[in-house]
């Protein structure tokens, strides 16, 4: 029975993140969402390069179009576990950048009544890791230690 939850829990989980990246990836096409992602990419030391020769939403678009390709390739893991390593590693980058921006973008963090809180939209990117690095070791050739 375990193994039976833990899947269905597993097909969920990927479908989910697979449907987050589709779905967010579609809207970095608009002018909206590319002004909005601005202050993170402009301010991250590994992606503030691409204004320098790609528009505001050329860059967007970019960024769309990866979460796309690695969302599909997400649910299609589901159907052709060869697609699964790359599937989780390239998840895995984009979840590790997105939660990384909470640390090179300034006034992301701020106190509300003295309690510190941020932009709760990237925090949700830890558990979307945590399903990334699932696929990655469900098709990897790699040995983890899971005890703690």
Known sequence: MHNKISTIGYNIGVFGTALILIWIGLFKFTPTEATAIKPLVE???AMNWLYSFLSLQAVSNLIG?????IGALLFGSLFWPQLGKIAGIGSAVIFITTLSFLITTPGVWKLVDGFPITDFFLIKDIPYLAISLMVWGKYSNAKVDTEL
């Open 43 to 45: 301010n991250h030391f």
């Open 65 to 69: 179009l990866s979460e796309i390709v």
